[in-house]
């Protein structure tokens, strides 16, 4: 069984950081694209960030240069560190393992104060 397990959001004010980890289990970890979602209120899913199995990373434009993904193969986590927050980052950010459709995590509330 498959899972993927967010931590690490939270209440933070404007211009604070925050570092959210993801844990997987059920699969074999280091082959997989991982990835970061995040969905607001009355919003649409969106891209935040994918790390690829060799590392490589991609993130939406808006989110380029303060925030960062990366992977611990050993722990079988990703992480996404996320500075310079702006109340419009509010929102539920996703876990993600591997293309269409893939395996998502149940999600952790970032909330982002002015």
């Known amino acids: 069984q498959v899972q993927l397990v967010e931590s690490g959001g939270g209440l933070v004010r404007a211009g604070g950081s925050l570092r959210l980890s993801c844990a997987a289990s059920?699969?074999?970890?280091?082959?997989?694209?991982m990835g970061w979602y995040r969905q607001a209120p009355r919003k649409q899913r969106e891209l935040v960030a994918t790390?690829?199995?060799?590392?490589?990373?991609n993130y939406a434009d808006s989110m380029e240069g303060r925030f960062a993904i990366s992977r611990d193969n050993a722990k079988n986590t990703i992480y996404l560190q996320m500075n310079i927050l702006k109340p419009e980052d509010t929102a539920v950010y996703y876990c993600?393992?591997?293309?269409?459709?893939?395996?998502w995590g149940q999600g952790t509330q970032v909330t982002v104060s002015s």
């Open positions: 993600k393992a591997g293309g269409v459709p893939g395996y």
């Open positions: 059920g699969i074999n970890f280091s082959r997989y694209a």
């Open positions: 790390i690829t199995s060799g590392g490589s990373t």
